[in-house]
């Protein structure tokens, strides 16, 4: 895990957009693109990807809002030409987006077994990354939902948690498979946030950020403290 810090949300966003432009160029054979919501979006702003690209989110909302769901919000911004589709079709439970979504997720990875993931991520204030929200209060129904090596994907209710509780999203498993991620960690309110996932000591269940270092190939780019790169 690497962490680049940079004096403005400009020079990081245009740093961590260079990153994701470079991967793409880099990356000839087939490539599932999962992007994270929230600000991570702003990465997709005027990003060029190629035929050999599958676009998707890297977790979803459950809901028909379109200025809510995060497919609908990626799609706006880059329209794809391959993409697994997450938005809630018609009488389409919770639990059976999440079956769906993964199912596309499991069917790529047989067709293309040599093909690499990318994604990015951001981090919310509390440490939560994709929809992984932290439940440092109850470890085992963490470890069940987020831990069981048998799902990439899980639909759960995270009420008290989000304004969004119940949401779809690729759990660790899935995550540490990644090949390469672009995380995009902004503003001062994750501070403390992004200080427990780069402390030698923490937990999972108090901040799922720290997935982040046992994942392959993690860049963070942010503007938090001043201008240095730090390795991991």
Not at 55 to 70: F, G, I, K, Q
Not at 94 to 109: D, G, H, P, V
Not at 185 to 208: N, Q, Y
Request: aromatic share 10%.
């Amino acid at each position: 895990m690497e962490v680049f810090r940079y004096k403005t949300k400009e020079e990081a966003r245009a740093k961590a957009a260079d990153g994701l432009d470079n991967l793409f160029r880099e990356i000839s054979g087939p490539v599932l693109f999962l992007s994270s919501g929230g600000s991570s979006l702003e990465l997709l702003n005027g990003l060029q990807i190629g035929e050999n690209v599958t676009v998707s989110v890297l977790d979803e909302r459950y809901s028909t809002d379109p200025a809510v769901n995060n497919f609908v919000q990626l799609f706006e911004r880059i329209r794809p030409n391959a993409f697994i589709d997450t938005r809630v079709g018609q009488n389409e439970i919770l639990e059976q987006l999440a079956e769906r979504f993964e199912k596309e997720l499991r069917m790529w990875k047989e067709k293309n077994p040599e093909g690499k993931i990318v994604i990015t991520q951001g981090m919310g204030f509390d440490g939560h990354v994709a929809g992984i929200m932290p439940y440092p209060e109850n470890r085992e129904l963490f470890r069940q939902m987020f831990e069981n090596r048998e799902r990439w994907v899980v639909g759960y209710d995270a009420a008290g948690k989000n304004q969004y509780p119940l949401r779809i999203t690729v759990t660790f498993p899935f995550l540490r498979q990644v090949d390469y991620s672009i995380g995009y960690i902004m503003g001062e309110a994750k501070r403390d946030a992004l200080s427990r996932v780069t402390a030698s000591e923490g937990s999972l269940p108090e901040t799922p950020g720290r997935i982040l270092r046992e994942m392959k190939s993690v860049k963070i780019f942010t503007d938090i403290d001043k201008p240095v790169h730090i390795r991991i």
